[in-house]
């Protein structure tokens, strides 16, 4: 099991930056893919960004491409989320997630197979 905590949420102007940080509990973090996701008010949750087990490989929905950067320190049991050129239409809660996932290389894309969450950080973008 691992629990997570987001930070680095806040309000920022649009073309602005901003980075998320989750802190995870446990020994074992390099068994499990992390993924960022959001939610915005009256929308469902979705996909944001993934990272490996070990870091080698990402994925990333659409609109965050060329924009956001995701990251993990094993050794720090940390997972990050760079976010620049930031748009009004990025405001929304972002949840850190976890999924315990056997392939070394594999990246999840899918909501609703994470296991873990975290309790969300706020990010707001102000036009």
């Known amino acids: 099991q691992v629990q997570l905590v987001e930070s680095g949420g806040g309000l920022v102007q649009a073309g602005g930056s901003l980075r998320l940080s989750c802190a995870a509990s446990g020994r074992t973090f390099s068994s499990y893919v992390m993924g960022w996701l959001r939610q915005a008010p009256g929308k469902e949750r979705e996909f944001v960004a993934a990272?490996?087990?070990?870091?080698?490989?990402?994925d990333y929905t659409d609109s965050a491409k060329g924009r956001f950067t995701i990251s993990r320190d094993n050794a720090k049991n940390m997972v990050y989320l760079q976010m620049n050129s930031l748009k009004p239409e990025d405001t929304a809660v972002y949840y850190c997630?976890?999924?315990?996932?056997?392939?070394?290389?594999?990246?999840?894309?899918?909501?609703?197979?994470?296991?873990?969450w975290g309790q969300g950080t706020q990010v707001t973008v102000s036009s």
């Open positions: 990272i490996s087990r070990s870091g080698g490989n990402t």
């Open positions: 997630a976890a999924r315990n996932e056997g392939n070394i290389l594999y990246v999840e894309t899918r909501v609703h197979e994470y296991d873990y």
